[in-house]
């Protein structure tokens, strides 16, 4: 008997299964990567389809396309969805693709708890969209599910808090990967301020995730106890505090809209010094802007609820806090731009996306400041202005850093060059149309169109139909996307080891496509 | 005795030829101590702050992820004990590893011990045997290939002392 064999075994070099096993058993970091990009790519065009519905009714005033209580349906869901279902697993599959291969890791600490926190997902995936078919259709109450309309609803309520469990679940178990990976698996000589700024944006946010998901399972519990045990936490008729459960879900609610962006931040990070072939500008105050950001986020909470009433000692603790990020969020801003100065800048797709997220995001990130000012703010709440915001934060800020990184590590994932062209084109689409939904929102919000509403006054009629137009060339230009990825994964242009000229990292140092086992033995990093 | 440091390094000569490595960990001990405080309190404190205001169900949830928390710090310290050594003494090469709970080692007399070290391109994914009356055993495998390749040449250079 050969003992190599056996040692081989321990170490996990056996041949692995074929087929649909190998993707429901695989503890391979690249393949559960693969998955949860593969499942937010799904998610995002159901979301999106979603998206489409609703800026179709509001193509005119009245009631064209759906009844009320449908389109409240579809815009809890869109929201619900594309941020647990497409925002956190994309970022979720560069994390599980990039993070061993920055740190020259053989694969993520737990694999399989690691395949375990994926397959939770589509699970959780399934009954949400799952609801829209139970008596009385989906959740209608916003995503945010305030109190008292969400101990009130169907039986898609339960069935809603129980995703948001599994998804909750799903997260803390890729945290505490991701974590213990990045702290205890790094290549010798690769200390913590030597690492690529994706790992460490992705740290702090792990970090974020599992101090605030417990917040958010128990806010949801207590939803639940209320709809069906005759508890009262929430319940204003038996004495409990529906503004206490905004409290609950915004401490929660607001580190999760970093968890949104750090990891984008962290992608733009790496593609920008790429195509301006400099080192990333102030390196070390990035980390400390990213560790403020995330420190900072949570004590901003009640800037979303000016309006349910607090002293004004509170509001402008609030109001202060919340513009204090924009200190931080300017470091960030001005080392990508420096990092661009005097560069040797060229301009393929993910570097595009990558100029348009500082650009698109800084509109985001400004709009913010103006809604963190509590006068300004209980004009604006729930308007289309906030709507435009959080787009601008989220569509150019994280769903453009997502685009960013796909092409700029599809070669390295699938040996294949995309086609440059082709990607361009999906760009410019996307940003044109990006603009045409989103900017209109602004003035609409400060003419004082409510949000969430099927049907508007005769004034927002112009405005609305401009979006709806960009939403259509938004959202069919991701078949665009779509096409590139396909084409990419079946073939192309071979791509090199090191793809481009001015990238540096040792996910750089590999064969491309990189091998299913990477860095069996430590890459010393001197 | 002589030792050899995880790099593959000799550190001395004599008598007795000892190697020993351990699995590439960032975090020692206590590092690891300060991450799962550091986790578990920020969580406490919040769920207690909310438990406090009197919305208890936190507490629970916080509970289970510390207990996750927990049991993730427990598998890197089981890992922390991992090693492979080789000891060559007198007329015996004896080879001891552990990996989490399983333990194992396998003796080979001197005179018969055989290195070969194969590299799938040079000097890259290179896979370092002792063997002995048809049976082989990988060892090295919490090293580099540089270490590996330089073990490779001083175990050699033992054997035929």
Same mark, same amino acid.
């Given at each position: 008997?050969?003992?190599?064999?056996?040692?081989?075994?321990?170490?996990?070099?056996?041949?692995?299964?074929?087929?649909?096993?190998?993707?429901?058993?695989?503890?391979?970091?690249?393949?559960?990567?693969?998955?949860?990009?593969?499942?937010?790519?799904?998610?995002?065009?159901?979301?999106?389809?979603?998206?489409?519905?609703?800026?179709?009714?509001?193509?005119?005033?009245?009631?064209?396309?759906?009844?009320?209580?449908?389109?409240?349906?579809?815009?809890?869901?869109?929201?619900?969805?594309?941020?647990?279902?497409?925002?956190?697993?994309?970022?979720?599959?560069?994390?599980?693709?990039?993070?061993?291969?920055?740190?020259?890791?053989?694969?993520?600490?737990?694999?399989?708890?690691?395949?375990?926190?994926?397959?939770?997902?589509?699970?959780?995936?399934?009954?949400?969209?799952?609801?829209?078919?139970?008596?009385?259709?989906?959740?209608?109450?916003?995503?945010?599910?305030?109190?008292?309309?969400?101990?009130?609803?169907?039986?898609?309520?339960?069935?809603? =808090?129980?995703?948001?469990?599994?998804?909750?679940?799903?997260?803390?178990?890729?945290?505490?990967?991701? =974590?213990?990976t990045i702290l205890n698996m790094r290549a010798p000589g690769l200390t913590l301020m030597k690492m690529p700024l994706f790992c460490w944006t992705w740290?702090?946010?792990?970090?974020?995730?599992?101090?605030?998901?417990?917040?958010?399972?128990?806010?949801?519990?207590?939803?639940?106890?209320?709809?069906?045990?005759?508890?009262?936490?929430?319940?204003?008729?038996?004495?409990?505090?529906?503004?206490?459960?905004?409290?609950?879900?915004?401490?929660?609610?607001?580190?999760?809209?970093?968890?949104?962006?750090?990891?984008?931040?962290?992608?733009?990070?790496?593609?920008?010094?790429?195509?301006?072939?400099?080192?990333?500008?102030?390196?070390?105050?990035?980390?400390?802007?990213?560790?403020?950001?995330?420190?900072?986020?949570?004590?901003?909470?009640?800037?979303?609820?000016?309006?349910?009433?607090?002293?004004?000692?509170?509001?402008?603790?609030?109001?202060?806090?919340?513009?204090?990020?924009?200190?931080?969020?300017?470091?960030?801003?001005?080392?990508?731009?420096?990092?661009?100065?005097?560069?040797?800048?060229?301009?393929?797709?993910?570097?595009?996306?990558?100029?348009?997220?500082?650009?698109?995001?800084?509109?985001?990130?400004?709009?913010?400041?103006?809604?963190?000012?509590?006068?300004?703010?209980?004009?604006?709440?729930?308007?289309?202005?906030?709507?435009?915001?959080?787009?601008?934060?989220?569509?150019?800020?994280a769903l453009f850093s997502i685009f960013a990184g796909i092409y700029y590590w599809l070669p390295k994932w699938t040996g294949h060059m995309y086609s440059?062209?082709?990607?361009?084109?999906?760009?410019?689409?996307?940003?044109?149309?990006?603009?045409?939904?989103?900017?209109?929102?602004?003035?609409?919000?400060?003419?004082?169109?409510?949000?969430?509403?099927?049907?508007?006054?005769?004034?927002?009629?112009?405005?609305?139909? =401009?979006?709806?137009?960009?939403?259509?060339?938004?959202?069919?230009?991701?078949?665009?996307?779509?096409?590139?990825?396909?084409?990419?994964?079946?073939?192309?242009?071979?791509?090199?080891?090191?793809?481009?000229?001015?990238?540096?990292?040792?996910?750089?140092?590999?064969p491309s496509p990189a091998p299913y086992h990477t860095f069996e033995t430590a890459p010393v990093v001197k | 005795m002589d030792k050899v440091d995880s790099?593959?390094?000799?550190?001395?000569?004599?008598?007795?030829?000892?190697?020993?490595?351990?699995?590439?960990?960032?975090?020692?001990?206590?590092?690891?101590?300060?991450?799962?405080?550091?986790?578990?309190?920020?969580?406490?404190?919040?769920?207690?702050?909310?438990?406090?205001?009197?919305?208890?169900?936190?507490?629970?949830?916080?509970?289970?992820?510390?207990?996750?928390?927990?049991?993730?710090?427990?598998?890197?310290?089981?890992?922390?004990?991992?090693?492979?050594?080789?000891?060559?003494?007198?007329?015996?090469?004896?080879?001891?590893?552990?990996?989490?709970?399983?333990?194992?080692?396998?003796?080979?007399?001197?005179?018969?011990?055989?290195?070969?070290?194969?590299?799938?391109?040079?000097?890259?994914?290179?896979?370092?045997?002792?063997?002995?009356?048809?049976?082989?055993?990988?060892?090295?495998?919490?090293?580099?290939?540089?270490?590996?390749?330089?073990?490779?040449?001083?175990?050699?250079?033992?054997?035929?002392?």
């Amino acid at each position: 008997m050969s003992d190599a064999a056996h040692a081989h075994d321990e170490h996990g070099h056996h041949a692995h299964p074929t087929g649909l096993m190998r993707w429901l058993t695989t503890t391979n970091h690249k393949d559960i990567g693969s998955l949860y990009l593969f499942f937010a790519l799904i998610m995002l065009f159901m979301a999106g389809s979603m998206a489409l519905l609703i800026r179709a009714e509001l193509f005119k005033p009245g009631l064209q396309l759906m009844h009320p209580d449908f389109f409240n349906q579809l815009t809890t869901m869109h929201g619900l969805i594309m941020i647990f279902g497409v925002i956190m697993p994309a970022f979720s599959g560069f994390a599980n693709w990039q993070v061993p291969l920055m740190l020259g890791a053989p694969d993520m600490a737990f694999p399989r708890m690691n395949n375990w926190a994926f397959w939770l997902l589509p699970v959780a995936g399934v009954m949400l969209l799952g609801s829209f078919w139970l008596p009385g259709g989906a959740v209608a109450g916003g995503w945010t599910m305030y109190p008292p309309l969400f101990i009130q609803g169907g039986v898609s309520y339960d069935l809603t =808090i129980l995703a948001v469990h599994i998804m909750g679940l799903s997260s803390i178990m890729g945290s505490i990967n991701i =974590i213990t990976t990045i702290l205890n698996m790094r290549a010798p000589g690769l200390t913590l301020m030597k690492m690529p700024l994706f790992c460490w944006t992705w740290l702090i946010t792990a970090y974020l995730l599992i101090a605030t998901m417990p917040v958010l399972a128990g806010a949801v519990t207590m939803l639940l106890t209320d709809r069906n045990f005759g508890t009262h936490f929430f319940n204003a008729a038996g004495g409990g505090d529906p503004v206490m459960f905004q409290h609950i879900f915004w401490f929660f609610a607001h580190p999760e809209v970093y968890i949104l962006i750090l990891p984008a931040f962290g992608i733009v990070s790496q593609v920008i010094p790429t195509f301006a072939r400099k080192p990333l500008f102030g390196y070390a105050s990035m980390v400390y802007a990213t560790a403020s950001i995330a420190i900072l986020s949570f004590i901003v909470w009640a800037h979303h609820m000016f309006t349910v009433g607090m002293p004004v000692a509170g509001q402008l603790f609030f109001m202060f806090s919340t513009m204090l990020i924009a200190v931080p969020t300017g470091v960030k801003v001005f080392n990508w731009v420096a990092t661009m100065w005097k560069g040797s800048m060229t301009f393929e797709t993910p570097m595009l996306f990558a100029i348009a997220f500082v650009c698109l995001f800084t509109i985001g990130g400004f709009s913010g400041l103006v809604l963190a000012m509590a006068p300004v703010d209980i004009q604006l709440q729930d308007t289309y202005y906030v709507v435009a915001h959080f787009h601008y934060v989220l569509v150019s800020g994280a769903l453009f850093s997502i685009f960013a990184g796909i092409y700029y590590w599809l070669p390295k994932w699938t040996g294949h060059m995309y086609s440059e062209t082709l990607g361009k084109t999906h760009f410019w689409l996307s940003v044109i149309g990006m603009n045409i939904v989103f900017f209109p929102m602004h003035f609409l919000g400060l003419a004082g169109m409510p949000r969430r509403i099927p049907d508007y006054a005769l004034q927002f009629t112009e405005f609305n139909q =401009i979006a709806t137009v960009g939403a259509f060339i938004f959202g069919f230009s991701q078949l665009i996307f779509l096409t590139v990825v396909l084409k990419t994964i079946k073939g192309g242009a071979k791509a090199s080891d090191r793809v481009w000229e001015g990238a540096e990292g040792l996910e750089w140092t590999v064969p491309s496509p990189a091998p299913y086992h990477t860095f069996e033995t430590a890459p010393v990093v001197k | 005795m002589d030792k050899v440091d995880s790099n593959g390094c000799e550190e001395g000569v004599s008598a007795t030829f000892v190697f020993r490595s351990r699995p590439n960990q960032s975090l020692t001990r206590g590092e690891q101590r300060v991450v799962f405080w550091t986790l578990a309190m920020v969580c406490l404190g919040t769920a207690s702050g909310f438990a406090l205001l009197g919305y208890w169900p936190i507490l629970p949830f916080a509970g289970l992820e510390i207990g996750l928390l927990a049991w993730a710090h427990e598998v890197l310290r089981t890992r922390e004990g991992a090693y492979e050594t080789i000891t060559i003494e007198g007329d015996k090469v004896v080879l001891e590893w552990q990996a989490g709970t399983r333990a194992d080692h396998r003796e080979m007399n001197r005179r018969w011990a055989r290195v070969t070290c194969e590299c799938a391109s040079p000097g890259r994914n290179c896979h370092l045997r002792l063997s002995s009356h048809g049976r082989d055993t990988e060892v090295g495998q919490y090293l580099s290939d540089e270490a590996r390749l330089r073990l490779a040449a001083t175990l050699r250079r033992k054997l035929r002392e």
